[in-house]
């Protein structure tokens, strides 16, 4: 179960219920892998509903490693994700949000 207190986000992909989060690792592997721009831009790219779906496909793939995940982009692009590209695109939004919440905000 995903405890979002955590930062955690649950995705099903390929009928398998999997965790997903946003670890400093993950984030640092997120960040090298989006190769321009900061995490800030990331955030303000998602905010604004300006995202990719390479930002979504960067996300998923850092947030199921964080989780534990031993998981590459080619695995996932062959994956199918419960919900579709738009569950895929709510859940990497929510990892991101949680990532940076403070403690104590809903």
């Known amino acids: 179960m995903a405890n979002p207190w955590t930062g955690e986000v649950a995705l099903v992909i390929d009928g398998q219920r999997r965790v997903l989060k946003l670890t400093l690792g993950a984030l640092a592997e997120l960040e090298a892998e989006l190769e321009s721009g900061s995490l800030v831009e990331l955030v303000q790219r998602f905010e604004g509903g300006a995202f990719s779906s390479r930002?979504?496909?960067?996300?998923?793939?850092?947030?199921?490693?964080?989780?534990?995940?031993?998981?590459?982009?080619?695995?996932?692009?062959?994956?199918?994700?419960?919900?579709?590209?738009?569950?895929?695109?709510?859940?990497?939004?929510?990892?991101?949000?949680?990532?940076?919440m403070l403690p104590g905000e809903t």
């Not at 960067?58 to 994700?81: K, W």
């Open 55 to 100: 930002d979504v496909l960067a996300l998923v793939v850092a947030g199921l490693r964080g989780g534990g995940a031993e998981v590459t982009q080619a695995s996932l692009l062959r994956a199918e994700i419960a919900g579709g590209p738009m569950a895929a695109a709510r859940a990497a939004a929510e990892l991101l949000a949680r990532a940076f």
